[in-house]
């Protein structure tokens, strides 16, 4: 991460500011509030403003990924085919809420307003690994399944 | 300029693709040819697992080849193959998960059709000998009834090799234009046609091309606003994905019109595989001298990138996307200016839907007049709807404008089914319920607009009897109010006031109080205020339509409202925190009948003593109540 932040351009301007931070979370998972630090530098912009910029947008999040990654589809027609309260029961189940990790690092949560698989619904993907019309047993089986 | 009369336009670029390469179903073909539709839904499905069967029966086999070809629109029919063989016509298979592809394999390669759950039908042609008792693809209900003309060639054309898209006459318009037409002349046939966006503004799009091209300053942009961050819209997705060079095309020929030298395709970063494919497209349109400079000897230079929106619903707003690119919050400003005098940089930027610009190769290669045979009232041409709820059929159609909604029901639910359909949600975040009395109702933007409802970009959502209008409209306002960029205050206060009015009528009061049933009673009155007030008053489109749902809710299904406040009852029995079961200890002689009928094991207790309800496990459903001869259980 040192290496990657050291290799930023001195000069960097507001317009790229996104494309930067999108680059460091492809590569760490997450934005560290040190990027942000190094970005104001050498953009001359506060870094509370950066911040605030990074923070009101749905794709950046500031803690690690989990072991396991958790993506929930909550588009509308998983929201009318999924049983009620199957994403409280998710978040429940893995003690961590939106955009979080679980304090034991185990798992993050991120909640996708649309996967693109409508006639699947509810959809939910681990790592990648996609779980189709998922009921509220089959959460509990696939979570006890997992390799911890 | 190179003179293209007597020429085709393929000679263009004849040196820099290998056309012959491109794979034609129409043709006899020696090896097997074995089709595989591979997109978003589908990987879903389980198509990797599929391809990698089908590797494995051929094994070191290499006598047949796999072609990687993108959606035909409807993800229920996934994972979707299709096989050519020997003499014979393509054919199409459904659901094909990777436990059945040696079956169907061994079958269709010795010339026997297999299991017909599987087929989905053939495209015959000339020359080669149909297969008997197979229906014609594009006779299928779901398809005829369609009107394809961007979705034209979907699921036969290859979103990874340019040869493909060309051999369907792909980059004739954009060729045809940039060697013949002045851009004001593109302008003009865009605005005779009558296209409007397809974003949701159904703003004449040759109108907003004329306005930037005759503005002064040299440096012009053009922004194809893929961003489609509503629920239940998945149009765009699959125009990206499924035929990049489809968009690609477009936005080429808009970037001619306006004038500009740069284009960009702003495309939510969620969407990974349209990204992967439109870079992929881009490289390629690039080698062919479709981008970059001098293109086609005309002295013109375009230039496209993508931009990745790191999601925010409100960035597809126009002013609020560009304020992003721009490295600021994606927050809305007024207008005017309007982004075509004073957009990206204070540059005169054009900002189109993607489906706005994947009807402009059409209109240059077929002509406005033809255009204009679809569509009804003012609005011309056809628009992409995305299915998606209590249907049979999940997925993207193509109909004329001006479809009435019991048409589109026709399409994608069967008649026997379609009585226990309650309702209709269009138009997503922006749009409202519709109920099955007015199904005969047209959509085109005008009549929609007459009817509360906005066509947003273009979602379907069918609710049946299981759906509650109270909750559909929660999940909604929630998410404007999630999604609320924060800067005007009647969308942010009133999409959290709207939400908290829902909360508190569809869950039993936190108190026994007056005040709070007063609270209660006063919640239609307030949601209609406030709706009207953040219409009123709202910066953007966010606020101006969020409240449809409301209102629309409350014009067509009041007694749903009625029933929450005054009964306390969930007709679907969704809302299950608007009552609790309790057992009256003295009444209860502790028969164990209750227990015993629960369906969630809820309720315990030893024999002959009172029972007892675990608020935990309740699902609210009453078989309790409905089976206690001693009026033991009752509602709080
Ligand atoms: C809250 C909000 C969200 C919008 N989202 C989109 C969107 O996802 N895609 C889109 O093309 N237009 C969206 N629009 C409309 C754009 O502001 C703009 O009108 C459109 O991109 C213009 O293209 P068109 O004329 O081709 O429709 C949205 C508008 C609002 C107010």
Redesign the pocket.
């Given at each position: 991460m040192e290496k990657y932040i050291s290799k930023l351009p001195d000069k960097v301007y507001k317009h790229e500011l996104l494309s930067y931070l999108q680059e460091f979370q492809d590569m760490f998972g997450y934005i560290d509030l040190s990027f942000i630090e190094v970005l104001s530098k050498n953009s001359g912009i506060p870094s509370g403003k950066i911040f605030g910029i990074t923070s009101f947008y749905n794709q950046f999040r500031f803690k690690p990924k989990g072991k396991f990654h958790i993506q929930v589809c909550e588009g509308s027609s998983c929201h009318v085919n999924a049983e009620i309260g199957l994403i409280e029961d998710i978040k429940k189940l893995i003690k961590a809420d939106e955009k979080d990790t679980s304090n034991d690092g185990l798992y993050s949560l991120e909640i996708i307003p649309c996967m693109g698989a409508c006639s699947q619904g509810p959809v939910i993907s681990i790592n990648g690994k996609f779980h189709t019309k998922v009921s509220k047993e089959d959460i509990k089986k696939i979570f006890s399944d997992l390799n911890l | 300029m190179k003179n293209l009369k007597d020429k085709t336009y393929k000679t263009l670029f004849i040196d820099a693709v290998e056309l012959e390469k491109a794979p034609q179903y129409s043709k006899p073909v020696e090896m097997p040819h074995i089709y595989v539709e591979r997109n978003t839904g589908s990987i879903v499905s389980g198509i990797d697992a599929t391809i990698q069967y089908i590797k494995k029966y051929f094994d070191k086999d290499e006598n047949y080849k796999l072609i990687e070809t993108g959606s035909l629109g409807i993800s229920s029919f996934d994972p979707v193959i299709g096989i050519q063989i020997h003499g014979r016509p393509l054919i199409f298979f459904k659901n094909v998960t990777f436990s059945y592809v040696s079956t169907i394999l061994d079958s269709i390669l010795n010339h026997i059709l297999p299991e017909s759950d599987f087929i989905l039908g053939q495209i015959s042609h000339t020359g080669l000998s149909s297969w008997a008792d197979v229906p014609e693809l594009y006779q299928l209900d779901i398809f005829a009834k369609q009107n394809r003309r961007i979705l034209k060639n979907f699921g036969l054309i290859q979103p990874d090799f340019i040869e493909s898209y060309i051999d369907y006459d792909g980059y004739k318009a954009f060729a045809e234009t940039i060697t013949r037409k002045t851009a004001a002349e593109v302008c003009n046939i865009i605005e005779k046609s009558g296209l409007?966006?397809?974003?949701?503004?159904?703003?004449n799009?040759g109108k907003?091309w004329q306005k930037a091209l005759n503005t002064g300053k040299s440096q012009k942009y053009f922004?194809c606003?893929?961003?489609?961050?509503?629920p239940g819209?998945f149009s765009?997705r699959l125009l990206a994905e499924n035929n990049p060079h489809l968009v690609i095309e477009g936005i080429l020929i808009g970037a001619y019109a306006v004038n500009a030298r740069k284009a960009f395709i702003y495309i939510r970063n969620t969407y990974t595989l349209a990204i992967e494919r439109l870079e992929n497209a881009l490289f390629q349109a690039q080698k062919a001298g479709l981008t970059g400079e001098d293109i086609f000897g005309s002295g013109i230079n375009i230039e496209i990138e993508i931009f990745k929106g790191p999601g925010a619903?409100?960035?597809?707003?126009?002013?609020?996307?560009i304020a992003s690119m721009e490295g600021e919050r994606g927050t809305?400003k007024p207008k005017p200016p309007y982004p075509s005098e004073d957009g990206l940089f204070g540059q005169p930027t054009v900002?189109?839907?993607?489906?706005?610009?994947c009807n402009v190769p059409y209109i240059l290669n077929y002509g406005g007049d033809e255009f204009q045979k679809a569509g009804l009232n003012n609005s011309f041409g056809t628009k992409l709807f995305s299915i998606s709820g209590k249907t049979d059929i999940t997925g993207v159609i193509e109909i004329d404008l001006g479809t009435s909604v019991a048409e589109i029901m026709d399409i994608c639910i069967t008649k026997q089914r379609q009585p226990e359909i309650k309702a209709v949600h269009i138009g997503g975040?922006?749009g409202g319920f519709i109920d099955p009395d007015k199904f005969s109702i047209n959509l085109d933007y005008e009549t929609a607009i007459d009817n509360k409802l906005g066509l947003?970009?273009g979602s379907f959502l069918v609710l049946d009897k299981t759906n509650c209008i109270i909750d559909i409209t929660k999940y909604f306002i929630k998410f404007i109010n999630n999604?609320s960029c924060g800067k005007c205050i009647p969308c942010r206060e009133g999409s959290q006031r709207l939400l908290e009015i829902l909360n508190r009528i569809s869950e039993k009061p936190s108190e026994y109080n007056k005040h709070e049933s007063l609270l209660r009673f006063k919640g239609v009155t307030q949601l209609e205020q406030i709706s009207s007030l953040m219409q009123k008053t709202s910066l953007?489109?966010?606020g101006?339509?969020a409240p449809n749902t409301i209102l629309s809710g409350l014009l067509r299904f009041r007694q749903e409202y009625e029933e929450h406040i005054y009964e306390r009852q969930c007709e679907a029995n969704v809302c299950r925190n608007l009552k609790e079961y309790y057992v009256v200890v003295d009444n209860c002689v502790g028969c164990g009948i209750c227990a015993k009928k629960c369906p969630a094991d809820a309720i315990i207790g030893t024999e002959h003593q009172a029972h007892f309800i675990i608020q935990d496990r309740c699902i609210k459903c009453g078989v309790c109540e409905a089976s206690c001869k001693f009026n033991a259980i009752m509602i709080k």
């Open positions: - | 409007r966006g397809r974003g949701g503004g159904a703003f799009t907003k922004i606003n893929a961003d489609e961050s509503d819209s765009g619903y409100v960035c597809g707003e126009e002013t609020a996307l809305p900002v189109n839907n993607i489906e706005t610009v975040p922006s947003g970009s999604e953007c489109g966010l101006q339509n």
